[in-house]
């Protein structure tokens, strides 16, 4: 018990260490847990450290991709949700399926299901490892289109690795394996709603914020568990949750919740991103050891796996120069809709000034009302087409889409699922952890010096468009402020209270619509979050 406590102990001081050394080494953490991790496998009285792959796919990833989900801007999200879906489902499939071919004909007796079992456990890029990106100067659209994708290509990479388990004793159909993700996916998406939204039902009647913070924690396994048991994808029923308890906790939640919810939480990601890192090093001698047992050849699984790696990245490079090719045509369609989008608005400006919504109306919605939810997806539409005009993905952007696509915790956690009774078995989780050590250590430790290289020339424009929208921001809370009155005997705390509850409607009604960037506004609305507190604070000190 104490050399647990005391491995521990150490371990946590490790994770502290890098997470603080990493940035002023310009070094990204997790790169610095992984080398540390593989250099302690090695040193003789470090015992083998063996981990239940249960524990990485059931205990850690769900609250891991629940907090990524809970930050990640679900406008971002929704407009880039068909890239993100292309890049999750197809990409993953193409890729194991192709890497399947190339393991049945490089490792002797494995059959062409267990190959695509191993590619399935190889396709998926790791929510986890693309936290190494958000350090480096990439653009906003870039960052959501990997965070998507790292969220909800897990689904896909599991149920494509159960599938090719289950051919291995029966006969394959495309058919039912379609029918079982569709049905894993919808069951997921219902789960991870309801316990989205009833999650914020409760929290928003606990007055406490460390209650309701302990409350948060439950939530990622009140998704990921059911939607389990039910035959969906917990994983993506906890992204769900997340992006749901994202978009209206500002809305429900209280200043002081929220503030508390972020903090704890930030707290809980560098402690359990640090340990999976970490691990993944440890874990390495003991594998290497059983290969060593059954004779399988660590230099020829070195070599599968290097071969793996870059087959995967080719894969990839090539499915997203077509998905360039295809968002360009898009970009260049949507263009031509802005004149459609300007008469719409002014014809429907002119209704509703001249009071003349009656023909809007609906059996359960007034005219007018009718109108303004019209005006509203007008503003928004003209919204993503500024947006998709001010952000287009070129070769370079494509590139980094390419490189930064890194596996880790994911691929560790699912190859060790496989049967022990598959063939060359220590032979296959050998290959994914060095695809996956090689994938972070290789692409980890350059996407950053590429990205800045690169994307050198836009991030001037980028930092005076950022400007540009805070200052746009900040007007706008301004003319807030102006045009909340004063009630007559109102204390002063009590209209800066007013004040600050308007514009952070103001701040959140623009958010729905896309008018300014999601990380401009997310920065507004702390500013007002940490504004209502202090003034919580001085009133209640009175």
């Known amino acids: 018990m104490t050399e647990l406590l005391i491995g521990g102990v150490i371990m946590f001081v490790v994770i502290a260490a890098a997470s603080a050394g990493g940035p002023r080494l310009g070094v990204a953490a997790p790169l610095i847990l992984v080398t540390v991790g593989l250099l302690a496998s090695v040193v003789p009285f470090v015992p083998d450290v063996e981990i239940e792959p249960e524990w990485i796919l059931e205990g850690l990833l769900p609250p891991l991709l629940y907090s990524s989900a809970v930050s990640m801007p679900a406008m971002n999200f929704r407009r880039n949700f ?40 190889i396709s998926p890029t790791d929510a986890v490892a693309t936290s190494i990106i958000r350090r480096t100067p990439v653009p906003p659209r870039v960052l959501a289109i990997l965070d998507g994708e790292s969220l909800l290509n897990d689904a896909t990479a599991l149920v494509l690795l159960r599938t090719a388990v289950a051919a291995t004793a029966a006969a394959f159909s495309f058919g039912a394996a379609l029918g079982t993700f569709a049905l894993s996916v919808v069951i997921a998406v219902v789960v991870g709603t309801a316990v989205g939204r009833l999650n914020l039902m409760v929290r928003s009647r606990v007055s406490d914020a460390a209650i309701n913070t302990v409350l948060s924690f439950t939530v990622p396994f009140l998704a990921s568990v059911p939607a389990e048991l039910l035959g969906g994808s917990g994983l993506v029923a906890a992204v769900v949750a997340g ?84 968002l360009a045509r898009q970009a260049h369609r949507q263009a031509a809709l802005r004149p459609h989008y300007q008469r719409k608005e002014k014809l429907l400006a002119d209704k509703l000034s001249s009071g003349r919504t009656d ?34 993905l070129g070769v370079k952007e494509g590139f980094v889409v390419v490189w930064a696509g890194m596996r880790g915790a994911i691929t560790v956690a699912a190859v060790q699922t496989l049967p022990a009774d598959a063939p060359s078995h220590a032979l296959l989780v050998l290959v994914a952890f060095a695809v996956a050590t090689l994938s972070l250590l290789v692409q980890g430790a350059t996407v950053g010096p590429i990205t800045r290289v690169l994307l050198a020339d836009k991030a001037a424009a980028t930092e005076e468009d950022e400007r540009a929208e805070r200052a746009a921001v900040l007007n706008m809370l301004r003319d807030v402020s102006a045009a909340t009155p004063r009630r007559e005997g109102e204390q002063g705390s009590d209209h800066r209270m007013a004040v600050l509850k308007a514009q952070r409607a103001a701040v959140l009604d623009a958010r729905d619509e896309g008018t300014f960037d999601a990380e401009v506004l997310q920065n507004a609305l702390s500013n007002i979050d940490a504004a209502q507190i202090a003034l919580e604070m001085r009133v209640k000190a009175l």
Do not use: C, K, N
């Open 82 to 121: 068909g890239a993100i879906s292309g890049l999750s489902v197809v990409l993953v499939v193409v890729t194991a399926v192709v890497l399947g071919v190339f393991f049945s004909w490089a490792i002797p007796g494995l059959s062409l299901a267990w190959g695509i079992a191993l590619g399935a456990v």
């Open 243 to 326: 992006i749901v308890t994202g978009y209206r906790g500002p809305r429900e939640l209280s200043a002081r919740h929220r503030l508390s919810d972020h903090q704890v939480w930030r707290t809980v990601e560098v402690l359990l991103e640090g340990l999976i890192f970490l691990t993944m090093g440890l874990q390495l001698s003991g594998i290497m050891a059983e290969v060593r047992h059954e004779h399988a050849g660590i230099g020829a699984a070195m070599f599968i796996a290097v071969a793996a790696l870059a087959i995967g990245l080719v894969i990839r490079a090539g499915y997203v120069s077509l998905l360039l090719a295809v």
């Open 359 to 392: 023909a809007l109306g609906g059996r359960w919605v007034s005219g007018e009302r009718r109108a303004q939810r019209l005006a509203t997806r007008l503003r928004r539409g003209m919204s993503d087409l500024d947006y998709f005009m001010a952000q287009p």
